[in-house]
């Protein structure tokens, strides 16, 4: 009896946190589907028979209301979040393998001189980011901003991929060495498998970070042709006033893409952090 | 040869932060020793010494911002670690249905801080938002609050979209943390007579440690995450009652202008976060060695 009350009440409090947890999110999407009267009116929210698709079709142009670029935020955040994650990814398995596998001069200052870069705040960082793009004609340009989000990522990558590929025992690619194998074909065939949990881990954590960037990409990025989504969120926003039903929508397209991809692969992401993060 | 690999590997990802980082930093600290302003390009030669550091030390405004910074970061981070420790303590006691509310609980960590700032903006208006929505329908509250305009609300406010947003992060880690912990010390413990509470207090705990300090390293890492919130949510307002450094900041230079000023206080909030990283990475280490 008293174990049967104690899973009860184990569960209640599951629940209330999940609810505390969900609402915020949820909060958002409900609105995404009130018309802003019922939303500025402040109608019961559980009405649901006022709920429509129209904002979805305003902000995507088809309900002839002057359209935002949202397809074109969309593609451009796309765009740049997938070439910075990639390109990190490259850059950081190369650097991760670098710590795992040698002893080198300088070694630990490099690590934390890596890692600290990640400490400073985008902001005290776009000031002279911005003034120096512009001088290099960088403003405004998808190099430009893919070459932030790379920097931005390449250190925690690198993090991550070391701790993983320290997991991966050295035994293997040395065996696959002595029957035959180059080096590149030792890595390519034997650890890079190995380690994939980890790349996808930390292949996971650059999207997010850079689909979800703003105080660098609201300086760095101007015209429809590079704005990403977290940026175009302030299209919403005039002087005094906010199109709330609008921009609950525009945050369901931002929100999307994020879910579906942390959820394909949220079992990686929870050993990245610890692996990558713990054993040291 | 084989001495310069690890150079070599390391070589495409020390040239882009170089200079995506480190030029940008320099550039800045030499801008913070001149007068320049975004208006008259020119003025980046007038080098005026320590002058806007000076000027910084003597202004108020910044002090009171640099100490809100402060207290901002040890309520949240405070804050998110007793909530995170609950949730990973709560998660650990279920049997069935883990994964599917492990998922639930990182679904605020998806969602990028901007959002999370208009989304709270949206939950706390005095008009619309649903926070006064069930204070009045549900509570029988006759006014609203007025969450975002009054000073110390508003602060109250920021935190609480902050801490949504981030206590996941600490949750999943010490839930880690207390799944990857061996067994036999708690029976041990159980055994010898500790109560609940004792074996907590001296076997999960400094257990758990590493995991705690690992968290607060990564955090620690975004911090300046927060500025997305705070200018959204309030920019700094009302009359500057939740004005951070990195609002202050951005204000100074984009708004203002002054970007030697500007960096100059950047520079100081660049050194700020470094020294809470430096801080918890050296509280990991010597966890790590009091475990392990």
């Known amino acids: 009896m008293r174990k049967n009350v104690r899973q009860a009440l184990l569960w209640l409090c599951i629940f209330l946190a999940m609810g505390f947890i969900c609402m915020p999110g949820l909060w958002v999407v409900l609105n995404a589907f009130r018309p802003n009267v019922a939303i500025l009116g402040n109608e019961n929210p559980l009405n649901f028979s006022s709920y429509t698709l129209d904002n979805f079709r305003n902000i995507l142009g088809l309900g002839g209301i002057q359209p935002l670029p949202v397809l074109a935020y969309f593609r451009n955040s796309m765009i740049i979040s997938m070439t910075s994650t990639v390109m990190a990814l490259v850059v950081g398995l190369a650097g991760g393998y670098a710590f795992a596998r040698f002893h080198f001069r300088g ?26 793009w512009s001088w290099l004609g960088l ?48 890595f390519w065939k034997v650890e890079f498998p190995l380690a994939r949990g980890g790349i996808a881990a930390a292949g996971i954590f650059a999207f997010l970070t850079s689909w979800n960037e703003f105080a660098l990409a609201s300086q760095l990025t101007r015209s429809p042709d590079t704005k990403t989504m977290p940026v175009a969120l302030m299209d919403f926003t005039a002087q005094f006033t906010i199109d709330w039903a609008g921009m609950c929508a525009m945050a369901v397209l931002i929100i999307i893409p994020a879910l579906l991809l942390t959820f394909l692969v949220q079992k990686h992401l929870i050993a990245g952090l610890t692996l990558g993060g713990v054993k040291g | 040869m084989r001495r310069s690999w690890p ?23 030499y801008s913070s020793f001149t007068a320049y302003r975004l208006t008259r390009p020119d003025s980046i030669t007038r080098f005026i010494g320590f002058a806007n550091y000076v000027r910084l030390f003597q202004d108020m405004d910044f002090w009171w911002a640099f100490g809100r910074t402060i207290l901002f970061l040890t309520i949240v981070l405070n804050a998110e670690l007793s909530l995170g420790l609950g949730l990973a303590l709560l998660l650990e006691q279920v049997t069935r249905g883990q994964r599917l509310l ?62 949504w947003n981030s206590t996941s992060v600490f949750a999943i880690l010490l839930l880690a943390g207390l799944m990857s912990m061996p067994s036999d010390p708690i029976e041990a413990a159980k055994v ?26 990564i955090r620690s890492l975004e911090v300046g995450r927060a500025f997305d919130i705070v200018k959204i949510m309030t920019n700094g307002g009302p009359g500057g009652r939740t004005e951070l450094i990195w609002t202050l900041m951005a ?18 909030s660049i050194i700020l976060s470094m020294a809470f990283t430096v801080h918890f990475f050296a509280k990991l280490s010597a966890a790590r060695r009091h475990v392990y």
């Open chain 2, 251 to 268: 204000r100074t230079g984009y708004v203002d202008g002054r970007m030697g000023l500007a960096n100059a206080m950047g520079y100081i």
């Open chain 1, 139 to 186: 403003l405004d340009t998808m190099p430009g901003v893919i070459m932030v989000y790379l920097a931005m990522n390449v250190p925690f990558t690198i993090w991550l991929l070391d701790g993983f590929l320290r997991q991966v025992p050295q035994e293997l690619s040395q065996a696959a060495r002595i029957d035959g194998c180059t080096a590149w074909q030792a």
């Open chain 2, 102 to 163: 492990r998922t639930i609980l990182m679904f605020p960590m998806m969602f990028s801080p901007i959002l999370v700032g208009f989304q709270f903006k949206f939950m706390f208006n005095d008009n619309i938002g649903i926070v006064n929505y069930i204070l009045q329908h549900g509570f029988g509250m006759q006014e609203s609050v007025p969450w975002l305009v009054d000073g110390r609300l508003a602060l109250f406010a920021l935190a609480v979209a902050e801490i």
């Open chain 2, 192 to 217: 010898d007579g500790c109560s609940a509470w004792q074996a907590f207090r001296h076997v999960t705990l400094p257990y758990l440690m590493p995991f705690v300090w690992i968290a607060m390293t």
């Open chain 1, 107 to 132: 070694k630990n200052a490099m690590f934390v001189g890596l890692m600290l870069t990640r400490a400073i705040p985008g902001v005290a960082l776009s000031l002279p980011i911005f003034i120096i």
């Open chain 2, 7 to 29: 150079y070599l590997l390391l070589l495409p990802a020390l040239l882009i932060v170089a200079l995506v980082v480190l030029l940008p930093l320099v550039f800045s600290l």
